[in-house]
Nanobody, 122 residues
Framework: VHLAESGGGSVQAGDSLRVSCIAS????????MAWFRQPPGKQREFVSA????????RYADSAKGRFTISRDNAKNTVYLQMNSLEPADTAVYYC????????????????WGQGTQVTVSA
């Protein structure tokens, strides 16, 4: 399975941004998809995840109310809509996939993208 993120960029606090991840080489419609991020100098952290039938979603506390995860199985794509961005959201955002239930544990995800940089200035 190959995952490719896109849509990162530099924005100002309060702006919105949508990052996307296109999957290829696997059974995307059966995979749980997730977004993680790694802020500068910090460890990778869970942001959000969505089940293969998009009826189960999970968010980190930092993402609740501001971020929305969604997926389009026909396009093999998962999205993360990020609103009201803050400087603390500055990070490399990674897409990940696993065959199984939604979980925030990074170690449970087998496939990872290369990441896309999101920078939020004050």
């Amino acid at each position: 399975v190959h995952l490719a993120e896109s849509g990162g960029g530099s924005v100002q606090a309060g702006d919105s941004l949508r990052v996307s991840c296109i999957a290829s080489g696997g059974t995307f419609s059966e995979d749980t998809m997730a977004w993680f991020r790694q802020p500068p100098g910090k460890q990778r952290e869970f942001v959000s995840a969505i089940s293969w039938r998009p009826d189960v979603t999970r968010y980190a506390d930092s993402a609740k109310g501001r971020f929305t995860i969604s997926r389009d199985n026909a396009k093999n794509t998962v999205y993360l809509q990020m609103n009201s961005l803050e400087p603390a959201d500055t990070a490399v955002y990674y897409c990940a996939a696993r065959y199984g239930i939604v979980t925030p544990a990074a170690s449970m995800y087998k496939y990872w993208g290369q990441g896309t940089q999101v920078t939020v200035s004050a």
